[in-house]
């Protein structure tokens, strides 16, 4: 099986910490600044100006969340790259929202909670196939001792994760009409900084709830947060769009995410439906595996994953009759443990479920035409 690159920094302080990793990776990071500039421009509806943009984001990210900003310095500087452009990495899903706010379809994620068990928490991350090799498991000590594991690309702060706090982050991208808006309103809040602060800072789910919901952010996504101990657990995924958020509870034990609005407060504007139907098919599939039984183990939920069907599949895998730049697959799975022992809480399998350890009949064809569902 492919080996997850992984990285567990030394030091504490974020400016130290940023020049630490961006000393490490550096070519890495250069990589991925190069491929989000070039998705940027292919993805832009118009004309893009990319250090624009990535200018508007360095300072929005100094403005609102200055420990990040710190970081992201310590990156740019220990890697040999503009600070612009590691803070349009963070920003990038803002940045993807000003130049075509329609999107793509994306990520699903399922929690369950069995009683009297830790919770199951397992997502797909499906995103562009030209970063199939721009990730990688980080690990980070804080101060007073907390440790976060996330799984996030070269230059990000954060993505999915879990914190010694057992406190885990799940990530789904979600598209509102009010998205458009960023372009004369400014960038919010950057999402993939605000899912690294509550792996950070938040105590709870219901911390962690609410630190989502003060932040104003420009760009649509799910942020689905799971707590949890061998017992028991509870989760909520907190959908947020330009104009608010809503939150989605679990029912049965069962919370099931993809890439539309289910809450109230979202759903008018939401977009999906103008990419596709894969996300409410891809919903229905997995709200279907588990209608009579909850899973109890992540094996279980990844199998149900394992769906490629013809439109709507869980597990992409990239059409090549499109233009390579816009290839969509499935580039990990990751399962989350909040129950476990820090530096057991994160599982995760580079590509879809179809390459999990174990399947009978080995991964699927990865060349055959597919309509991607993430």
């Not at 994620?109 to 199951?120: D, H, I, K, S």
């Not at 439906?273 to 909850?294: H, K, Q, V």
């Not at 443990?337 to 179809?354: E, F, I, S, Y």
């Not at 699927?364 to 991607?372: F, K, L, M």
Request: proline residues 6%; contains cysteine; charged residues 20%.
């Amino acid at each position: 099986m492919t080996r997850v690159p992984a990285f567990t920094s030394s030091v504490l302080g974020p400016h130290d910490r940023g020049v630490e990793f961006g000393e490490h990776h550096a070519a890495e990071v250069a990589r991925t600044v190069a491929s989000y500039r070039r998705l940027f421009v292919t993805r832009a509806l118009g004309p893009f100006d990319v250090d624009h943009w990535a200018d508007h984001a360095w300072q929005r990210i100094r403005e609102l969340a200055p420990a990040a900003a710190e970081e992201i310095d310590g990156i740019a500087a220990g890697a040999g790259v503009r600070v612009r452009d590691i803070a349009a990495l963070n920003a990038r899903t803002e940045l993807l929202a000003v130049a075509n706010p329609t999107g793509v379809d994306e990520c699903s994620t399922v929690v369950a909670l069995p009683a009297g068990r830790a919770p199951v928490a397992v997502q797909t991350w499906d995103w562009y196939d030209a970063m199939r090799h721009g990730w990688l498991r980080w690990t980070i000590p804080h101060p007073g001792g907390r440790v976060v594991e996330t799984v996030t690309e070269y230059g990000l702060l954060g993505k999915i994760g879990v914190s010694s706090e057992g406190v885990g982050v799940l990530f789904n991208m979600l598209h509102h009409a009010s998205d458009a808006g960023a372009a004369d309103d400014g960038i919010g809040f950057p999402v993939h900084l605000l899912s690294r602060q509550l792996l950070d800072t938040a105590e709870d789910l219901d911390d962690a709830v609410a630190q989502a919901r003060a932040v104003r952010t420009s760009a649509s996504s799910s942020l689905t947060v799971v707590q949890g101990g061998p017992d028991g657990g509870r989760t909520a995924s907190v959908e947020l769009f330009p104009g608010g958020a809503g939150v989605l509870e679990p029912e049965g034990g069962l919370l099931v995410r993809t890439n539309h609005f289910v809450s109230e407060e979202g759903r008018d504007g939401c977009l999906s439906t103008s990419i596709g139907p894969g996300s409410g098919i891809r919903r229905d599939t997995l709200l279907g595996a588990f209608e009579e039984r909850l899973p109890r183990t992540a094996e279980q939920v990844v199998a149900a994953m394992d769906d490629h069907a013809e439109v709507g599949g869980v597990c992409a895998h990239p059409d090549r009759s499109t233009d390579p730049a816009l290839w969509h697959a499935t580039l990990a799975t990751v399962a989350l443990d909040t129950a476990a022992p820090t530096g057991q809480r994160l599982a995760v399998t580079p590509g879809g479920p179809c390459a999990r350890p174990g399947r009978s009949d080995g991964p699927a064809d990865p060349g055959r035409p597919q309509e991607r569902g993430r």
